[in-house]
């Protein structure tokens, strides 16, 4: 038993550098549950976060996946969903209230029991002409084919959902903590910002165990997050967003989560780990930098976002994943890609009740590896903290809060860890990579941000 135990450990620190392989003996992966979890196998994980998207919205008809292709309105009435492109320019209301009430629930907790016939009841400005309900909608097939082309490639999750139930500054702590502290919907007053940077006026609504609105607290936390547990593990994280706090951050310096995060926005960290413009992961990608974890958040017009324009999302995704995928890091890759929250679009499967705070509706993932499935959907349960989830039993890390706690992890049924890697697949898009390392300054301030 002791020889096969070093010999195990032995194997370990041969597929790791030295300073990675005492973390992935520190957290509850046992050596049994190693290979299952991708150890030795992947040591480096990109989770692209993307916006606004409900599932039936963006996959909309791609084949062995549980879409919709209508809905019901409040009044029972039948509605077939529109293609509207992904560059409409239009506002949907996604908060809290909105999932209430595009819920439409029969549970005595608001959001639960849900019979999903009250998408017309989310409030919309300036909608598409001539489409009479803007929540029922799907993107172009023509435009999302690079998505299509990816979940062909590798693996696409139906029962993916959000951890949270409102829009994007929850959703964007979710994604690094697996927690917001109750917060709930957007910040308010202080300088326009969405966290420590705000100041003393800035404020966010609460939601209580019962889903009420509840007291205001400061958009600005110091909890754990998953760039705290790499940093004690002695392993690398990025954040690539948006440059915030400049003149020409634009709607996409929102998205940047640990400005939300006291000790990183005052600490080190926020120099060192949080990385603007957010092209550069490519070119740090080709000049051979890749961490361990990473996130990447888009500019406006590369989002997906209902309210952002030109629709160049599906390109910049195509750039990412292409990036790593002709680079030296493939082999030992994981990405994930992921839209934050529904966006107020529509979807017809019901979210399950889990607390408080969750789960949110329906909203799509894509898994892609050379260890991951080809051309297989998923249909287990699983929630933005199952990245995390991922990672944390990737490393040995331990859970930061309920949502990663629950959360299935995406190597149950996404990932074969015992066959050689594939060799990657290059996805055609519209637009090259070096549209993105030229695009204009992400100036827009879109009237709606999240």
């Not at 077939?80 to 209301?93: E, Q, R």
Request: hydrophobic share 35%; glycine share 8%.
């Amino acid at each position: 038993w002791a020889a096969a135990l070093f010999a195990a450990l032995g194997l370990l620190s041969a597929c790791s550098a030295a300073p990675n392989a005492i973390p992935y003996m520190q957290g509850g992966t046992t050596l049994q549950n190693m290979h299952k979890v991708g150890v030795g196998k992947i040591k480096h994980v990109v989770f692209i976060v993307q916006e606004n998207r409900s599932f039936d919205n963006l996959f909309q008809g791609y084949p062995g996946a549980d879409t919709q292709s209508y809905g019901y309105i409040h009044s029972g009435q039948k509605v077939n969903l529109t293609p509207v492109s992904l560059s409409a320019f239009y506002v949907i209301d996604h908060s809290a209230h909105s999932m209430f009430a595009a819920c439409n629930g029969l549970g005595k907790i608001p959001g639960t029991k849900c019979r999903m016939n009250g998408f017309d009841k989310e409030l919309t400005f300036n909608g598409p002409r001539g489409v009479q309900y803007p929540q029922y909608v799907y993107a172009p097939h023509n435009e999302t084919k690079p998505y299509f082309d990816m979940a062909h490639q590798w693996v696409l999750a139906d029962r993916m959902f959000q951890s949270h139930l409102d829009e994007s500054f929850v959703s964007h702590q979710y994604v690094i903590a697996a927690q917001a502290d109750r917060a709930v919907d957007l910040p308010y007053g202080g300088y326009g910002t969405w966290g420590c940077g705000a100041g003393p006026s800035a404020m966010v609504a609460t939601l209580t165990q019962k889903r009420k609105y509840g007291p205001y607290e400061p958009p600005c936390f110091d909890y754990q997050t998953l760039g705290d547990e790499l940093d004690k593990a002695h392993l690398t994280w990025r954040f690539y967003a948006s440059s915030y706090g400049s003149q020409q951050s634009g709607a996409g310096a929102y998205w940047s989560g640990y400005q939300a995060v006291k000790h990183i926005y005052y600490g080190p960290d926020w120099k060192n780990d949080v990385i603007s413009p957010n092209w550069k992961f490519i070119t740090d990608v080709r000049a051979g930098k890749l961490a361990n974890m990473t996130w990447i958040t888009p500019v406006c017009d590369d989002s997906d976002h209902v309210n952002c324009p030109n629709g160049y999302g599906p390109s910049w995704v195509t750039a990412l994943v292409n990036t790593v995928g002709k680079s030296r890091f493939w082999d030992s890759t994981a990405i994930f890609i992921m839209w934050d929250d529904w966006g107020g679009t529509y979807d017809h499967v019901p979210p399950p009740y889990e607390d408080y705070d969750g789960l949110g509706f329906r909203v799509p993932l894509l898994i892609i590896s050379p260890y991951a499935h080809q051309n297989y959907v998923s249909h287990v349960q699983y929630e933005t903290g199952s990245v995390l989830r991922f990672v944390e039993d990737l490393f040995g890390l331990g859970q930061l809060a309920a949502s990663d706690t629950r959360a299935n992890n995406p190597a149950i049924d996404c990932f074969d860890f015992s066959r050689k890697p594939r060799d990657f697949v290059k996805i055609t898009a519209p637009l090259p990579p070096r549209f993105f390392m030229h695009q204009y300054p992400d100036d827009y301030w879109a009237p709606d941000y999240e």
